[in-house]
Structures are given as C-alpha cells and as structure tokens.
C-alpha cells in the first residue's frame, strides 16, 4: 500500500474544514435525540403499561412520533459525513481508513439494528402486544449508544493514534484492536454519550418549560418536564467527572490542546487556571486567574510544570488559540450552569415534594435546552480545532489528507444552501406536530388511541 | 479464497441489496413523482407511503455498510472513487437528504400546498440520486477512475457515455424494481385499479430497460473494451441468466403472478450486478487496481470480517422479521385515498 497523498498547490482545506465542520455540527444535535429520545420514549411506554396511565401513554407516543423525524433526518445527515470522509479527507482514508475502519464497520451494523427496530417499533405500534413492543425499541436504544461509541472511537484516535506500524514509510501492520481502543477513547466516548442523553434531557425539558411559561400547568406537561430534566439533572454529575478525565487525558497526551485551551502561552510551573479572555500576540490578556489552579487540575499537584504553546513549533500550533480556549471554558461553565439547575430542583423536591414555584426556575429549565446542545458544540470545537494543524496529531496534517480535486469550495455551498432549507424547515415541522393536535387537559384513553404514531 | 476475496464479496452483498432495496426505495420516489395530479395520484402515493415508510431507513442503511467496508478493506480503491467522483458522490448525498428528509417531513404536515412541495422534492431527489450513484459507477466501469488520491478527471470521470447510461439505466431499473414490488403490495389491498396501473408502469419500465441495457452493451463495446470483453466472456453464464429472468419476469407479470415476478426481477437485477464485478475480476479499478493489491493489511481483513459475518447473525432475523410484519399483516387504512395525518 503505497498510496500516499500527493497533494497539489489547488487542495483547499478551509472549503473542506468549513463543510465538514458545519454537516458535523449539524448531524450531532440530531445524533443526540438519536441517541437519548428512544430511552425517554421507552421509559414513558414502560410506565404507561404498568399503571395505564394515559399522560404516560399520550407521552410515549408524542416522543415516539418526535422521534419518527429526527431520526429520518438524523440518518440522512450522518449518510453524508460517510460521503465526505472520502469526498473531502481522501488523502485521510486511503492511508488511515484501515486503521480507524473496524469501529465504523461495526458502527453499520449498530445503524442496521437501529433503523430496523424503529421501523419495527414505530409502525409496529398498534400491531404488536404491548410487550412485545416494547421489547421491540430496546435495541434502538441499546445500538443508538453503542454507535455513538464506535464512532467516537474513530474520533478518538484522529486525537491519540494508536495500533499500527510504519516501515519506510508504508503501513505494514494494523491492530486494529489497539487503534480502537486508543488513549482517548475512554474520556471521549463516555463524555459523549453522557452528553448525548443531556442534550436530549434539557433540550425535552425546556420545550415543556417554555409551554409552563405560557401557562400549561396540567400533569402531562409537568411530566414531560421533569422526566427528562430529572434524567439530565442526574447525568450531570458523572459529566463533570467524565469531563475532568478528558481534560486529564488531554494534559497527558496533547498537550499542545491543553495549551490552547488554557490560553497558556509559556511553560510554567504553577500554572494558573485562566478563566476567560482573549488571546493575541502570544499572551493571553484579561483573563481571571487562579493561581496554581492547572497544575493543581491537570496534575493534582500545585507545583506541577505544564507544557506551554512554546514548547510546539509556530507552524504545529492550533492558529485559534481564543476560540479553543472560550469554547472550552463556556462549555465548562454551563456544565457547571446545568449542576446548579439540578440542584435546585433537589433542594426543592427534598423540602417540598415539588419543583421550584418560581418562573425563574422555568426560565432557567427552558435555556437549560439550547444550553446543553451550546456545551456539547462548543466541547467538539474544542476538540477539532484544538488539534489543528494535524487531522491525525502528530502523524498527519489536514493539508495533506484533503482531496485535490478542484472546485472543492462549490460543493462547500451547495451543502450551506441544503442545511440551510433543512434547519429551517425541521424547526417548522417539529413545531407543527406539537400544535396539529393539541394536549388535552386531562388526556384520555381516547385521546391516546387517536395519536398514531407514523 | 483469499480473505481479501471474501471481503470483496462481503462488499459487493451490499452493493447487491442496496441495489434491490434501495434502488426500489428510489423507484418508488420515481412513481410517485408521475403519479399525476393530487387527487388522480392520491391512491398511488399512498400506497407508496405505506410501502416503504417502516422499511427504507434500514434498507437505506445499505449504501453506509457500502462505504465503511470499502474504506476499511479497500482504503485505496475508497481515496481513488470518492476524490476522482467527488462531484456525483456529492449530489447523490445531497439527493439522499432531500429525499430522506422530506418523505418524512411529507408524513408530518397537513397542508395540502405543504405535502406537495415535500412530495416534489421527494420525488425529485429520488430520481437525483440513483442517477448520480449509477453514473459514478460507470465512471468506475468505463476505466476512467485512476488510482491514487484525485488523479482522475472530477468532470470527464462521470460525464462520458458509459456514465450517462449507467445512471439512465439505474433510474429506470429502480423504477422497475419498484413498480413490480408495488403490483404485489397493491394486491393486497384489494383495489383493482391500483394493480394494474402499477402492473402498466412494471411492464412498461422493464422492457425500457432491457433496451437501454441492450444499447448499454453495445456503447460499453466502444467505451470500455475490457469490460465488454470480460461479460462476453467470463461473465456470459450471468448476463445470460440476467436476460432470461428479466424476460420472465415480464411473462409472469404479464400472467399477473405477481409474487413470481418479483423474485425474478430481482434475480435479473442481481445478475447484472454480479456479471459487472465478474467481468472486471480481479480488479477493482478496470486494469489497474486489483483485490490484492488494494486490500487493507491481513489484520484488518480479518477483524472486519469476522465483526461483519458476527453482526449477520443479528441481522438477517432482524431484517426477516421486519419484512415479515408489513408484508403479512392486512394493511388497515391503505385504501383511503388521503390518509389523515395525526399531526402531532
Ligand atoms: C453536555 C455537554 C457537555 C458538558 C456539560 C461538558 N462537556 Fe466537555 N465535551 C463535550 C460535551 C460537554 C463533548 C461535545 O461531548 C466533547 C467533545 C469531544 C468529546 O469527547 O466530548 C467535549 C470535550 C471535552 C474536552 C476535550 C476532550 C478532547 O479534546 O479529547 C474536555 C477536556 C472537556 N470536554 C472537559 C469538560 C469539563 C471539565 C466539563 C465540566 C463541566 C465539561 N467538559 C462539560
Ligand atoms: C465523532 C466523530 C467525528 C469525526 C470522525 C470527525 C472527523 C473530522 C475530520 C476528518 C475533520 C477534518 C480535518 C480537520 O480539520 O482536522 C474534522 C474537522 C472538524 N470537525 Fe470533526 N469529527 C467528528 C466529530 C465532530 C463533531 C460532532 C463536531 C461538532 C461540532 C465536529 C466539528 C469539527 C469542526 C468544527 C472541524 C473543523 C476544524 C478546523 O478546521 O479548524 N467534529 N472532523
Ligand atoms: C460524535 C459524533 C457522532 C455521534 C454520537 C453519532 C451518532 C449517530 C446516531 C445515534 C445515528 C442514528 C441516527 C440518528 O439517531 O439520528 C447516526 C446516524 C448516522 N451517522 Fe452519526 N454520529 C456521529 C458522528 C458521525 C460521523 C463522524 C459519521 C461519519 C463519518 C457519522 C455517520 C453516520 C451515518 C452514516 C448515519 C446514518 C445511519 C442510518 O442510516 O441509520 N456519524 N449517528
């Protein structure tokens, strides 16, 4: 296998990035409800066949037909970032696509179960015993994970590559065990699929939220409310812990990214923990420090040494140092936003069986949506342009991995243009078929069995 | 046989049933974008709504598995295809949105203006698509997609006579594929009339294609010498086989065993498929790129094909038993001319 990447002066990476960047941003928030709806739809499904309550039933099958059209446009949106990988990155996969190509393989398969049992579950609906079917969605959930997993696994190595041999410069041994599980993919994937379930948790919460605001006080939107913010509330906590190994993983292995994210520009023993900011001319200016505060983060020890910008050379280095670092610590801050909502909501259940009375409270449930999806964006950009220049760090970078072919930039627009028309039009759908059938007040079997699903 | 062999295979499975399921995913997108006006075509899309709303996320999942293994057994051939074929690959992506996404956005509105603009472009991204994908494999066919990263020509590569018939021949055998399954599901709904309108359109489709087919043969003689040589040879047994189902099929449709007709539809299809990789073994880029010399390392083949043969043994029942419950159970409401959408 000697097809390396011989690149011309015409390659044009920032169309590439920019299209890659922007069908990524986009296919995750659907990835998201992908991934967490089907465990919010099956829990209500559960619980309306136990005590027949028809909010439970009314709920599962509103989410259950939510989720019927995020997944189609979910789906459609992860096809093109296969597409991509090749259109954009050639230069990436025909030298690396061995190596990160067992998870994705075995991602297909996660999509194949997917897409079979929700065509099962949601068409299935009124055919199937109520058992049955609900046994029929736990592979939906079960494989929605496991493909978050896989392909955070490839993700995972494109930062900490692993799991293969290079002898004059030709790849002549994979494991691709090793590469899969490469030094990230613990912090990664569990990161990531802690977030997927949030984002589903605060983004259904605050949708309820904003109807409490308008005064829909009645059982099924106080249920549609705390079910899912309960379920993020909790997650919470295992998030910032996850995140803290991430950003321990990061302190080891890239330490390049930490650097950025830390606007941190010269080796220091004692580094302080920089909050905010903004960087240029190689310092980092205004920020709110906290004296020893990294070493202590990164190291958990007060005098530990932390690699600086300086010690990468210029041309190594992430060119946008700001963004890496505010993406990082918005996204730390709201993490900490989303502790503090759930606590709330603690103290009040603990003290009065309810959540708390004030509208601030709702308004805070109804941000806490956008919020969390703002987080997870903010994280992969930290993530992705942290590691600039290297699409595969150390190993290879993006100018080499990208496809020569000329006329790259028009493909960059049309793909604006489409999720463009799509972002709006999603938006529109979504909001006709909560208002097409209103709730009831008081739903009833009838209302339930009126609902379909498909 | 070489486990690069098997992976070959493995992949050209795939491609095989993207090309059944898939394709008359698209076909149907085909149908109903002739349907006709809203109230005359209303018995047909919804006949094609029914058909394959449970089924085409998973039978679209095809083209995915497509993709991963040729990028993980075959990361060559994978740089080679998608940076030469850069532009239909992209349209077809684009197309694979667009009709996705608006079937389901279509199921979701009420507007009467509303389902009409969705159904436009559902209807209209099927036909897209199938044609870009098939006239970037007849970029593939014709020999015109070198190895290497962005080494071929990003327009000759797939506007070239090879590549336009391949992708007149995609639309128009999807549409076939479609046509005859739907004349079985139309069946079943106990409406007449539907039967023979999409028995008309089966028969009408297939015997367009065998002639595009036909012509097809002739310009891959002039345009891709070692193909052609490769079907009349090697590959004979299987265009033959092709030619004499796709025959009998229009016999048996003709005869209205429509059940028949499907599984020789689909064996004319598969045959063709089967006959392409055939004639061009053991390349994968015509003459220049062969399995063994593109395969991924030993350790990667073998991973991958045992997670892929392990993911089987959950998939086939999986897959049986969604075909099974839409295909057995009495259809409730199909014959209602204008569903109600819930709404919801
Ligand atoms: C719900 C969203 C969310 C929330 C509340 C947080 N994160 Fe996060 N973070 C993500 C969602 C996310 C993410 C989008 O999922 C990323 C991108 C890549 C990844 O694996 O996870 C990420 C990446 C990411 C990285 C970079 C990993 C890498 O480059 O490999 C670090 C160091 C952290 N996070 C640390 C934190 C800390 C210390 C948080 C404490 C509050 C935190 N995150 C909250
Ligand atoms: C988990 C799977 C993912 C994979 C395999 C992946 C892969 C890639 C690749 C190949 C590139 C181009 C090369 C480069 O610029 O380094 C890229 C860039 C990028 N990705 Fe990711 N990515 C993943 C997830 C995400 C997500 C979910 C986001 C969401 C925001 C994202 C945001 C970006 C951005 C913004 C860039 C452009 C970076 C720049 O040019 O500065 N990525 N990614
Ligand atoms: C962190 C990043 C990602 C996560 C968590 C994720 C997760 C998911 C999930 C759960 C689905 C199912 C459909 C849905 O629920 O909307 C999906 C669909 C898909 N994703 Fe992603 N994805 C990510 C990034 C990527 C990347 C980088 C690629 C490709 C290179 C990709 C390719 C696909 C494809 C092809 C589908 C369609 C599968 C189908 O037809 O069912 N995804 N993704």
Known sequence: ???????????????????????????????????????????????????????????????????????????????????????????????????????????????????????????????????????????????????????????????????????????????????????????????????????????????????????????????????????????????????????????????????????????????????????????????????????????????????????????????????????????????????????????????????????????????????????????????????????????????????????????????????????????????HLTRAVPVPTEPQDADVESYQVT | MTLANVLAVIMWVGVTAYALFGGADFGAGFWDLVAGRAEAGAARRTLIEHSIGPVWEANHVWLIFILVVMWTGFPGLFGAVASTLWIPLTVAALGVIGRGSAFAFRKSVTARWQRRAFGAAFAASSVITPFFLGAAAGGVAAGRVPPGVGQGNAVTSWWNPVSVLTGALAVIVCAYLAAVYLTADARRTGDARLVGQFRACALGAGAVAGLIAAVGLAVLHAEAPTLAHGLANRALPLVVVSGVAGLAALIVLFLRRFLIARTAAAVAVGAVVWAWALAEYPYLLAGRLTIAAAAATHSVLLATSISLLAGAVLLIPSLTWLYVIFQREPRRNVAAPERTPAGG
């Not at chain 1, 140092?321 to 502790?339: K, N, P, R």
């Open chain 1, 1 to 431: 296998m000697t097809i390396l990447a011989t690149v011309a002066a015409t390659a044009d990476p920032v169309a590439a990035r920019s299209q890659m960047g922007l069908s990524l941003a986009w296919h995750i928030i659907l990835a998201c409800f992908g991934v967490g709806l089907p465990g919010l739809v099956l829990f209500a499904e559960w619980r309306g066949i136990r005590t027949g309550d028809p909010v439970y039933r009314l709920l599962a099958r509103r989410w259950a037909r939510a989720l019927g059209l995020l997944f189609a446009v979910g789906a459609v949106s992860g096809t093109i970032l296969s597409i991509e990988m090749g259109v954009l990155w050639s230069g990436l996969m025909s030298r690396w696509g061995q190596v990160i190509g067992l998870p994705f393989a075995i991602e297909g398969i996660a999509f194949f179960i997917e897409a079979i049992f929700l065509g099962i579950y949601l068409y299935g609906w009124d055919r199937l015993s109520p058992r049955v079917h609900l046994a029929a969605g736990v592979p939906i959930f079960a494989a929605g994970i496991a493909s978050a997993f896989f392909v955070v696994c490839a993700n995972a190595w494109m930062n900490a590559p692993a799991g293969y041999t290079i002898v004059h410069g030709r790849l002549v041994g994979v494991d691709p065990l090793a590469a899969m599980f490469n030094a990230a993919t613990g912090p990664e994937t569990v990161h990531m699929i802690l977030a997927a379930l949030m984002v589903t948790g605060f983004g259904t919460a605050s949708v309820y939220g904003v109807a409490m605001l308008r005064g829909r006080r009645d059982r099924y939107h106080r249920l549609g409310m705390l079910i899912p913010l309960t379920g993020g509330a909790l997650l919470t906590v295992p998030q910032i812990v996850a995140g803290d190994w991430a950003a321990r993983m990061v302190a080891t292995d890239q330490p390049t990214k930490l650097a950025a994210m830390e606007g941190l520009s010269r080796t220091t023993r004692g580094a302080p923990e920089s909050i905010g900011g903004w960087y240029s001319g190689g310092q980092l200016h205004w920020a709110l420090r906290i004296p020893d505060g990294l070493s202590m983060l990164a190291r958990l020890n007060p005098h530990a040494s932390i690699q600086g910008l300086d010690a990468t050379p210029a041309a190594d280095r992430p060119p946008l140092v700001t963004l890496v670092h505010l993406s990082f610590d918005t996204m730390v801050g709201i993490g900490f936003g989303l502790l503090a909502l759930g606590l709330w909501l603690a103290l009040w259940w603990w003290r009065r069986q309810d959540f708390p009375g004030s509208r601030w409270f709702l308004r805070a449930v109804a941000v806490s949506g956008v919020a969390t999806v703002v987080a997870m964006e903010l994280g992969w950009i930290t993530t992705e342009v942290g590691r600039q220049p290297w699409i595969v760090y150390r190993v290879m970078k993006v100018a080499n991995a990208v496809n020569p072919e000329p006329g790259i930039q028009y493909g960059f627009w049309a793909v604006v243009a489409i999720y463009a028309i799509l972002t709006v039009v999603t938006i529109a759908v979504l909001r």
